[in-house]
């Protein structure tokens, strides 16, 4: 099946938006862009269709997916209350990129394959215009998780993904390079307090404006033991990685960081062995490997380029990426549990 690519970035015309609504309506993948990473969608209220997203992606069944909507009508239908702390951080965020877990309506409207059996649903309203559109012009709201085959780095532009994922969808939206290049903060509300699920755009720091307390999961920066429950069954599967071992390093001091990564480099060099760093702009001209790339100047870029970078390293058949690590404040934190993802938990610390 090829799926009809629209080609016209931000351009893209109503009549491509209807097209591809259609597809949805008829049970269809369509992959789209929204502000936060491309998702791969299906009628969330359509269980056949959204088999075909777990299909698609080899996703595991018990990793539950973001619903999204285009209003509060929708969110209405599908969940039991919205509690008055719920309320006040769908006005401060939403539209945009913060997915709220509620309690899924008991009347099961929602089929279980897309909450993965729980009796929560993740739900979302995106701000990318294309995305809102798709949404409304469907009718229903869309079941998507991020556009990329399970394990890999989510698709940040159509070009990274178009090669797995164009046979398994029935319509492509091409809005361009994603505006943030991450994946929604996930948080639940439990009593009064905030809980981070998985760090996003919207940060903890931006959170505690809302709620007087906001906790921060531990699995969003320690890795998930065998048989240990979770929150979030996503925390536990094998994230963003590239094929190629890679390490990230991280020092509050800037030198150390650079020193520590030269060390590194210097021994495996030694070794005949070849390295790619990945690095603030800033700091490149610092480091002896003769293989670097820029991740960006600050967290916002970082955060926008990051999984592009991740998808072109295995290109580049280097036996370590060394990957700079960029702290736990504000967007940090996000950029952090990826990047530890990405690295399968090798990161070092420099005090
Ligand atoms: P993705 O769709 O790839 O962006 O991943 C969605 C993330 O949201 C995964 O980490 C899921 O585990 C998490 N998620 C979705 N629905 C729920 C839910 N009902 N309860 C807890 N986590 C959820
Ligand atoms: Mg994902």
Redesign the pocket.
Known sequence: MVAKYSNQKEKIKKKEIQEAAEEIKKGNLVLFPTE??Y?IGANALDEKAVKKIFEAKG?AGD????VHVANIQMVEELVETITPLEKKLIQEFWPGPL?V?FN?KSKEIIPNVV??N?N???IRMPSNKIAQELIQMAGVPIA???A?VSGKP?GTTVEDIIEELQEKVSYILDGGFADIGL??T?I?VVEKQIVI??PGKITKEQLEKVAREVKIDNHVLAKVKKGEKV?????K?RHYAPNTNCMMVYGKNTKKMVDKINSITNDLLEQGKEVLILGKKQNLKDYIASEKWNMGENMEEIAKNIFALLRKVDKEKVDLVIIEGVGEKDLGLAITNRLIRACSYNYIIVE
């Open positions: 936060t990473v998702g996703r990793n539950p997916l973001i997915t877990i899924r909450t993965a729980l929560t649903v993740g998507a998780p991020s990329n989510s994946e929604s996930v639940k699920l998985r929150e979030s069954p996503g925390m599967y």
